[in-house]
Structures are given as C-alpha cells and as structure tokens.
C-alpha cells in the first residue's frame, strides 16, 4: 500500500477563495483523521470519521470548514471562504479499529498558505 | 481540557546520551493507548512507540522506551544513545478505546510537542 495520500502538497490561495484538500486512506482502516498543525496551537484535531461517519467535528473552527468522507477511500476538507489565519499545515491520517497496536498513519500533509 | 501535556518546549542533548521527553495524559477511561511520533523537519509524522493502559510492561522499540507509570498518568519517552538524526519535534498522543456509547471512542488526540536538538 502507499499508504495515506493527501493532495495538493502546497496551496496558496487568495483570502475568500474556497478551498478543498483530499485524503486517501489506507485501504481496510476504519478510522480516518483531520489535523491542522500551526505553531501557535501545535497539532489539533478537527474531525474524525469511523466508517465514513463523522464521529466527532467538535474540533473544526467554524461553520467555513467542514468535511466529508462520501466513502471508504476518500475524504474531504473544504474552507469557504477561507482566510489569512487558516495558514497551516493540514494532516489526514488513518487507522484501524481502536485497541491494541494500531497507530495511525500520517499523510505527508497539505502546506495551505491564505494572503 | 487540555488531555495530553508535554511540558518541555525544546530539549538538548548531547550525542550518545539519553534523554528523557516528558508526557502527562488525563483520562478517566480504563482502556487507553499512548502514542509517541517523531517529526523531523522535513515535516512527516513517523510512529515510534505503542504503550497500552493494560500493558503490564514498558513498551521498547530498539532506542525507545516509554516510561509507563499509569498511577501518576505519565508516559515519558526515552531515547538512549542520542544521534543526530535524533534532532526533531517529539510528540506524544493518547487514543480512547473505552467504547461506552459516548463519542470520544477512537479519539485520537496530539499534545504540543517537544523540540529535541542533539549536539555533536
């Protein structure tokens, strides 16, 4: 497997521009995670899906993100409009069911920059 | 409420010593796991070490140990024989495995990482 394929890698888009990043799990995790990852507040975790559900979006920073999993291999984070401070470096990472050794796999990330 | 605390913003050592990267997790779940990751600066998030609430032992993986002490809710990360390449940001996390019907089973949460610089 390739393992967690995010794209674009880079993306630098103009304040008020919609813009959407994509994940490809693993094939065969049941779990599915989205990261942002900013100096000032580190490594939080917008949303997570079991199943392709969302299982907690308590995470995501307003009504302008929010994200999809329409099915098992693919997965959506979409910012609209976005904005100067949603610059940062955005994760999807995978996994399998919880309990015992099964950590989660990282994408290399998505470098987003808003002016 | 902050779940996971890594207390050490940057760490140094020196090359061949050990260091020892502090973790402290708050939880009232019985089944837990505790992660630690290591990203260089190139920026990928690399898995190093798996501790779960049940392990009766310390978990080891080649240089890495984790120093499980689950009465005081610690999972300290420690590198033996420092190398340069060592040089990176140390994260430690906790996945919740306890499924009681609420939403936080699966949860697989970050604390704010440790930068840990190694000297020739």
């Known amino acids: 497997d390739a393992g967690v394929i995010q794209s674009p890698r880079h993306e630098v888009t103009e304040m008020g521009q919609e813009v959407t990043l994509r994940c490809k799990p693993i094939?065969?995790?049941?779990?599915l995670f989205w990261y942002r990852q900013t100096m000032m507040r580190g490594l939080e975790l917008l949303i997570y899906?079991?199943?392709?559900?969302?299982?907690?979006d308590s995470g995501m920073p307003e009504d302008r993100f929010s994200a999809k999993m329409p099915n098992a291999s693919f997965s959506t984070l979409k910012i609209q409009p976005s904005e100067p401070r949603d610059s940062a470096v955005y994760f999807c990472?995978?996994?399998?069911?919880?309990?015992?050794?099964?950590?989660?796999?990282f994408g290399q990330g998505t470098r987003l920059t808003v002016v | 409420a902050q779940k996971i605390t890594q207390t050490q913003p940057g760490m140094f050592v020196q090359e061949k010593e050990a260091v020892t990267l502090d973790c402290t997790y708050d939880?009232?779940?019985?089944?837990?796991?505790l992660f630690w990751y290591k990203q260089p600066s190139s920026g990928e998030m690399i898995f190093l070490i798996y501790?779960?609430?049940?392990?009766?032992q310390n978990a080891t993986e080649g240089r890495y140990s984790l120093n499980f002490q689950k009465a005081r809710k610690s999972a300290n990360l420690v590198i033996s024989a420092s190398q340069l390449g060592d040089s990176a940001m140390y994260f430690c996390?906790?996945?919740?495995?306890?499924?009681?019907?609420?939403?936080?089973?699966?949860?697989?949460?970050f604390g704010q990482g440790t930068i840990l610089t190694v000297h020739p």
């Open positions: 990472a995978s996994s399998l069911y919880p309990g015992g050794h099964t950590e989660a796999f």
């Open positions: 094939s065969g995790h049941d779990y």
């Open positions: 899906f079991n199943n392709n559900v969302p299982i907690d």
């Open positions: 939880t009232s779940d019985p089944s837990y796991g």
């Open positions: 501790q779960g609430s049940y392990d009766q």
């Open positions: 996390a906790m996945r919740e495995d306890f499924n009681a019907g609420g939403t936080s089973y699966g949860k697989l949460t």
